[in-house]
Structures are given as structure tokens and as C-alpha cells.
T-cell receptor, first 111, second 114 residues
Framework: QKEVEQDPGPLSVPEGAIVSLNCTYSNSAFQYFMWYRQYSRKGPELLMYTYSSGNKEDGRFTAQVDKSSKYISLFIRDSQPSDSATYLCAMGKAAGNKLTFGGGTRVLVKP | DGGITQSPKYLFRKEGQNVTLSCEQNLNHDAMYWYRQDPGQGLRLIYYSQIVNDFQKGDIAEGYSVSREKKESFPLTVTSAQKNPTAFYLC?????????????FGSGTQLSVL
């Protein structure tokens, strides 16, 4: 079993809809959590970074962490065609330690 | 502009050949990393370096080698011992801040076998 599980999709939504993405993990040692967005054949770019359980909002993006359930989510409100990309979750156990990535979810936002 | 530059964008390897992927950063970051990405799979760590002239193996180091002679540069060599080298290779860097594990990525190199 992988340490981090993420549905590969694709997840197809109409423009303006809410996109809901999630990852589950098995190791309670993970302390901080990130979401990256990756356009086709490009490097991932950091979207959200959270350390504690709860919600963090940045513009149209909300990251949610539930450490008791070992479950993290990313919500994208008012989705745009430019949000079409692969979204990768990543998590780390401690500062200075390497990150563990999910496999990524491909999202398609149709005009 | 500050950032991470990977070259070439596309690379082809013949059987038995070693090839080297370039990664240069001008972000003044201490740590640099190499990841391999296969379709539908997460990023897997090949090697990383936190200081010049020192580096550690990641999860899939077999068939790869690296060097870190300068802070700005972290080239990756894919050797002939790597039997399945076709993948998208990503270089990343990060500052070594105790509260910051944010990775900054280059644009990647697609390696294919002829």
C-alpha cells in the first residue's frame, strides 16, 4: 500500500463549478501538507501549504487537513479552463525530510 | 529572473549510453533534488543534496549518479545501468529553513530511449 493515495481522475467539471480533490495517507508522522499544480510537461508549482488541521484559504483555493482521519482536500471555487491541470498532493514528516507525493489527479474544466 | 533552469527539454538515449541532465538555479537555495515522474505516478526522489560536495540517495537511486560541485548546479547522469530510463525528470530546490519545505521546480526534461 502506498503511503499517500490520490485518485488519478480525470475529473471533468463545467466552468464555474467547484473542484474537490483529496488525498489519504497512512503514516501519522506526516506533519505538513502541500498542494502543487502541474500543467502538461511543466514543473509543479506550489499552490497551498498547511501545517495544522483545519482550513486555509487563498483566493479561490481552500486547503483542508484532517489529521485524525488522515485526509486532506483541496477545493477550487469558480473553476476556470485555466485550472485544467494535474494536482499533486505532497506531505512531509519534519523539516529537512524529503516529501512524499501522491500520484496526482488530472482535472479538466470545460468552458 | 530567479529560477531553476533544466536542459535540455527533450533528450534521447541510445542503448548503453550515459546521458547527463543539467540543472542550474539562481535562487541561492542550499538544497537541490532530482525527481523522476512516470505517467500516473507520483514524483519519486532519485538524489538530493543539502550542501556542496555532499549528496544522498533517494528512493530510486540505482542507475543514476549526481555531483554537487557548485551551489548553483546539480547535474544528473542517467547511466547505462538504468534499464528503464524513459520518464520525465524534474529538478527542484529549496531553502534549508527549519519551517520551510517548499520545493521550487524546473520545467523538466523528457528522456526517451531510442
Amino acid at each position: 500500500q502506498k503511503e499517500v493515495e490520490q485518485d488519478p481522475g480525470p475529473l471533468s467539471v463545467p466552468e464555474g463549478a467547484i473542484v474537490s480533490l483529496n488525498c489519504t495517507y497512512s503514516n501519522s508522522a506526516f506533519q505538513y501538507f502541500m498542494w502543487y499544480r502541474q500543467y502538461s510537461r511543466k514543473g509543479p508549482e506550489l499552490l497551498m501549504y498547511t501545517y495544522s488541521s483545519g482550513n486555509k484559504e487563498d483566493g479561490r483555493f481552500t486547503a483542508q487537513v484532517d489529521k485524525s482521519s488522515k485526509y486532506i482536500s483541496l477545493f477550487i471555487r469558480d473553476s476556470q479552463p485555466s485550472d485544467s491541470a494535474t494536482y499533486l498532493c505532497a506531505m512531509g514528516k519534519a523539516a529537512g525530510n524529503k516529501l512524499t507525493f501522491g500520484g496526482g489527479t488530472r482535472v479538466l474544466v470545460k468552458p | 529572473d530567479g529560477g531553476i533552469t533544466q536542459s535540455p527539454k527533450y533528450l534521447f538515449r541510445k542503448e548503453g549510453q550515459n546521458v547527463t541532465l543539467s540543472c542550474e538555479q539562481n535562487l541561492n537555495h542550499d538544497a537541490m533534488y532530482w525527481y523522476r515522474q512516470d505517467p500516473g505516478q507520483g514524483l519519486r526522489l532519485i538524489y538530493y543534496s543539502q550542501i556542496v560536495n555532499d549528496f544522498q540517495k533517494g528512493d530510486i537511486a540505482e542507475g543514476y549518479s549526481v555531483s554537487r560541485e557548485k551551489k548553483e548546479s546539480f547535474p544528473l547522469t542517467v547511466t547505462s545501468a538504468q534499464k528503464n530510463p524513459t520518464a520525465f525528470y524534474l529538478c527542484a530546490s529549496s531553502p534549508l529553513d527549519s519551517t520551510n519545505e517548499k520545493l521550487f521546480f524546473g520545467s523538466g526534461t523528457q528522456l526517451s530511449v531510442l
